[in-house]
């Protein structure tokens, strides 16, 4: 943090307003509410293809830092065959925002998604990314009855993680941010300086950048800058790794994944998840099919929009 602020001396401690782009809320994104019995979510639909209510559910879960318009590219794709659903995870965006770390562990955030299940009346086809898809795998081990298929993208299973953090130190200093995390409002500073610099970083330089930057617009960032330049939207999203962190010694995770079948899609070129991570998720599952994307990064499905709709479709139909 001090060489980042000594490169950008004069420019560091600098934010501007930014403005709700038009983009997200062009004609096919229908912006939704739900109140929940503790919270209320923001979720938003694709409309385009037509009457959606006898459609299965396709329901999309982000990850950090993100928002429900991460899934832009496989709503369009899919919208005529499923009702598609991209949700603003708590503490993102359009969605509550408690106050306390407690509102953000894994069984919160977990209730939050299967309660929204049980509302929309039928199974999903859930989908998750990076922090999306340890709520997915968790509501997989949680309530599998409520899954029709299963997609998790760059992220382990829980177990698998924890192994992961435990036993490779490779993976121990890739997750060095995980414990920067957990300082009190320093990390919120860093998220916020440079005008919001850290979405850059994450989303356009190397090494954790999209490979595919053409697929990440500059109006795409200032969506992203706008959305967490919003009062009290920085603090949420971290505190999801700070709860996660007090309960790593606790927690005791489910060792299969019984059902339903589930696809793994993994970007190799993650800066922030070991290859491995794919690997071990795997064996914890039964009927499981693993697509290793070696030209992508964490972002695998914006970087490689075309690649992942394709291997879904094909995986989804079989």
């Known amino acids: 943090m001090f060489v980042d602020w000594w490169n950008h001396r004069g420019a560091y401690?600098?934010?501007?307003?930014?403005?709700?782009?038009?983009?997200?809320?062009?004609?096919?994104w229908k912006h939704k509410f739900i109140k929940l019995k503790h919270i209320q979510l923001h979720f938003v639909e694709m409309v385009e293809g037509g009457a959606h209510e006898s459609k299965p559910v396709m329901l999309f879960l982000h990850g950090f830092p993100e928002f429900w318009y991460s899934w832009r590219f496989q709503m369009r794709h899919f919208c005529?065959?499923?009702?598609?659903?991209?949700?603003?995870?708590?503490?993102?965006?359009d969605s509550d925002k408690p106050i306390g770390i407690e509102e953000y562990g894994l069984e919160l955030l977990s209730a939050d998604?299967?309660?929204?299940?049980?509302?929309?009346g039928k199974q999903v086809v859930l989908v998750g990314h990076d922090w999306g898809g340890v709520i997915a795998w968790n509501i997989s081990m949680e309530r599998p009855e409520l899954l029709q298929r299963l997609v998790v993208m760059n992220a382990p299973h829980p177990k698998a993680a924890t192994k992961l953090i435990r036993t490779r130190s490779s993976q121990l200093l890739k997750s060095w941010y995980i414990f920067f995390f957990q300082c009190p409002w320093i990390p919120e500073i860093f998220l916020w300086a440079r005008d919001y610099g850290f979405l850059e970083t994450c989303f356009l330089d190397k090494p954790m950048g999209l490979v595919h930057r053409e697929n990440f617009t500059p109006e795409d960032?200032?969506?992203?800058?706008?959305?967490?330049?919003?009062?009290?939207?920085?603090?949420?999203?971290?505190?999801?790794?700070r709860a996660s962190m007090r309960a790593v010694y606790r927690r005791?995770?489910?060792?299969?994944?019984h059902q339903p079948k589930t696809l793994i899609i993994w970007g190799q070129q993650d800066a922030a998840l070991d290859l491995e991570g794919a690997e071990l998720s795997a064996r914890l599952c039964r009927d499981v099919k693993v697509e290793l994307i070696p030209d992508a990064s964490h972002w695998v499905q914006q970087d490689v929009p075309e690649r992942v709709n394709a291997v879904m479709e094909v995986w989804l139909a079989d």
């Open 221 to 241: 960032l200032e969506a992203w800058k706008h959305v967490f330049s919003k009062p009290n939207s920085l603090t949420p999203p971290l505190n999801y790794y």
């Open 252 to 257: 005791q995770f489910s060792a299969a994944v």
């Open 13 to 28: 401690f600098v934010a501007k307003p930014h403005m709700r782009p038009a983009l997200l809320d062009r004609p096919e």
């Open 113 to 120: 998604i299967m309660e929204l299940i049980e509302r929309l």
């Open 80 to 93: 005529a065959k499923y009702r598609v659903i991209a949700v603003d995870l708590r503490g993102y965006n």
